[in-house]
């Protein structure tokens, strides 16, 4: 039997995170779609679906999915640099769908992590996340993004964990989880760098034993 998640005296928009996404893994039927979803978040701001579309690109999924994914976040990370009031996502996309049963593989060991890390965030260091901190924000997630939907095998856990952990910061207004954030975002970048160093020097090595052949 599932546990309650909310009850009718508790707005959506009043819910924690863990609750709505344990909402998300309730879901009956076979397929969710995007707009789905967007409407399980209520009228939550924009950060709530930064975190929630970066947290899906995370989930063990079947190839194509991270794309599917990315592109909202590729739309929702420039409404943050705008500062737009309400998240808008084209009526294309929001009819993408898929299988729930993706979700719940990895969606359950996402929200004991994220209870724990909700009893402890705080708003501080909210200097990080003025009007200024959240367009950072926002030029950092797009940039992300755009990696995110990209099909490069397994480049896209670290992208992903960064912009969930940004736009949870936002959320929450702590700036702490806004630092590990950033730290993230500067680790992932570190690592493709790294890697499409050594895909360029192994390309012109083959390149190099070919023509001398």
């Known amino acids: 039997m599932s546990e309650t998640t909310h009850t009718p005296d508790v707005p959506e928009a009043a819910l924690p995170l863990s609750a709505v996404l344990r909402d998300i893994a309730d879901h009956r039927e076979a397929r969710i779609s995007v707009a789905e979803l967007t409407e399980k978040f209520g009228g939550r701001a924009i950060g709530a679906l930064l975190f929630l579309f ?84 926002g030029v950092v997630c797009l940039a992300l993004a755009l990696v995110l939907i990209l099909p490069i095998p397994g480049g896209n856990i670290l992208p992903a964990m960064a912009v969930s952990t940004l736009a949870f910061a936002v959320i929450q207004r702590d700036g702490l989880i806004a630092l590990v954030g950033y730290a993230l975002a500067a680790t992932s970048a570190s690592v493709l760098v790294l890697a499409a160093h050594i895909i360029v020097r192994m390309f012109l090595r083959v390149w190099q034993v070919a023509s001398g052949a």
């Open 54 to 137: 970066g947290l899906a690109c995370m989930l063990p999924l079947p190839p194509g999915a991270t794309t599917i994914f990315g592109f909202p976040l590729v739309l929702l990370a420039p409404q943050l640099i705008v500062g737009a009031s309400a998240p808008w996502l084209p009526q294309k996309l929001k009819t993408q769908t898929v299988a729930t049963a993706d979700l719940q593989k990895g969606l359950p060991r996402f929200i004991r992590a994220l209870r724990k890390v909700e009893a402890i965030s705080r708003p501080r260091l909210t200097l990080l996340l003025n009007p200024v901190g959240e367009r950072v924000i």
